[in-house]
């Protein structure tokens, strides 16, 4: 069994939708096919939610027609028949009159969740209802049916690979199978997601679920590229990236993949392709086991990072420090992305700061504390084994004239990172781009 995932922009519109349709088919070969909503859809999901948060029913509601008639607009374009048209418009006016409905209610965060699911739900059927007008044997598999994730946040996988295999051992004989990307039950049953860009995730926790020859992820870039394509001019494609070269990459800010996407892929052992829906014929990248030797592949940024800095109230670490300054993280929920030490003090950087002034509070406490907001890491990904010497100068020679908060090298044999100011960030990844590639 193959699984295909299509991004937002590849199925952004009607005809892309279409092509989709062709891709998938012209194979004849089986496939899990996963579905973004269309591109901008979430956002304004994301958009209407605000509205109803901030009590504006008003704003709410403007959205909701606008986003309402731009799919009116698309039904007559994707369809043929008269009656595929009509029971389509039907079933989307139907979501819109869901979606109205959510926003007359008291706000709260289930609330919003469920109205940002209504993006996949749209643009599945709409695929599901053209495959099916061309006489695809084609069946929808409702992802709140079998994709759930657990008390902490994280996928269910014993849950989800039993359903989902339930359910298609009892749904035999399809050509293709269409399921949404992003949404989820959580441990309560009710709607959640699996964060944004949260598609890439489905289909891995699927392609594992399956164990599937592999996973395609297509999208509208040629595969990952060796640096962020929206900040550096001449990036191109990486053709081959290790499961943990990749996973690096992806938690590190290459939004071409979800951040934890890789992590199902790697563990099943199912190589993961990226592919570009513009251009089909192209390579892309390919994702597996293997390591080239003595390579760097690419550089990726994780923004809006914030570094605090502990100096230890005593004259030198004492045991238990560390200790004390990871517990306070641990009761706040609040993962370390990068950490350095020296003899007094330690620097650690997190991406989440909503338990921040109280993790302060409590560091306080065990010494002095400096916190540093708008940072961000520059990840440096390759085979960076100490015994391939020189990459670390090559890095640090390029990054000469940017201010450096922390350096982080060593946890893992894939990576370099480097702190910087946001506003720094852009000179960066072009500096490294010209030493290293
Ligand atoms: P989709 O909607 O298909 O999920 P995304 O917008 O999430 O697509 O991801 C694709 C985008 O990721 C590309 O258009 C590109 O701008 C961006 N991107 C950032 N870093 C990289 C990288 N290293 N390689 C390729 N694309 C990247
Ligand atoms: N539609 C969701 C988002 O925009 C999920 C995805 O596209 O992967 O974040
Ligand atoms: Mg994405």
């Known amino acids: ?3 295909y995932k299509f991004g937002g922009t590849s199925v952004g519109t009607p005809e892309r939708m279409k092509d989709v349709c062709r891709l998938i088919t012209e194979d004849g070969q089986q496939k899990i096919v996963v579905l973004s909503a269309m591109s901008g859809t979430t ?8 509205y109803v948060r901030k009590g504006n029913p008003e704003g709410a509601g403007t959205t909701i027609t606008h986003l309402r008639h731009k799919y009116r607009d698309h039904i007559p374009c994707l369809y043929d028949t008269e009656e595929m048209q009509l029971a389509t418009r039907k079933l989307i006016d139907e979501i819109f009159l869901d979606i109205h409905d959510l926003c007359g209610m008291k706000f709260s965060e289930d609330i919003e969740k469920e109205i940002l699911s209504k993006g996949e739900i749209i643009s599945t059927n709409m695929v599901t209802n053209y495959l099916k007008e061309q006489n695809v044997r084609t069946m929808l598999i409702p992802a709140l049916d079998y994709m759930r994730i657990d008390k902490n946040g994280e996928p269910d996988m014993h849950y989800i690979r039993e359903h989902l295999l339930e359910i298609l051992d009892k749904n035999p004989g399809y050509d293709i199978y269409i399921t949404q990307g992003f ?9 959640d997601n699996l964060q944004r860009g949260g598609s890439d995730y489905t289909a891995t926790l699927i392609g594992a679920s399956v164990r599937a020859d592999e996973v395609q992820i297509w999208t509208d870039i040629d595969g990952m590229h060796n640096n962020d394509p929206r900040f550096v001019e001449g990036t191109s494609p990486v053709r081959q990236l290790n499961f943990e070269e990749s ?3 992806a938690y590190f800010g290459a939004k071409i993949l979800h951040p934890t996407c890789i992590q199902p892929a790697r563990i099943a052992g199912v190589p993961v392709r990226l592919k570009n829906t513009m251009a ?8 597996n086991n293997e390591m080239q030797e003595g390579t760097i592949k690419a550089v990726a940024a994780k923004d809006n990072i914030t570094a605090i800095k502990i100096v230890s109230s005593r004259m030198l670490l004492a045991s238990g420090f560390l200790c004390k300054v990871f517990s306070i993280f641990d009761k706040y929920k609040t993962a370390i992305d990068m950490i350095t030490t020296s003899e007094v003090g330690v620097s650690v950087t997190i991406d989440k700061t909503s338990r921040l002034a109280a993790i302060v509070e409590r560091l306080k406490k065990i010494g002095t504390v400096q916190v540093d907001t708008d940072m961000c890491i520059i990840c440096v990904v390759g085979d960076l084994r100490s015994k391939n ?8 020679e390029a990054l000469r004239d940017i201010p450096l908060r922390m350096i982080s090298y060593g946890g893992s044999d894939h990576n370099i990172s480097f702190l910087v100011a946001m506003k720094d960030k852009q000179r960066a990844l072009q500096a490294l781009q010209k030493i290293l590639f």
């Open 389 to 396: 010497t020189g990459f670390e100068t090559l890095a640090t």
């Open 1 to 3: 069994m193959q699984v």
């Open 183 to 191: 949404i989820c039950r959580n441990a309560n049953g009710k709607i």
């Open 43 to 50: 956002n304004s999901l994301v958009e209407i939610a605000d």
């Open 247 to 249: 996973a690096e990459l």
């Open 280 to 287: 089909p014929s192209a390579p892309g990248t390919i994702i």
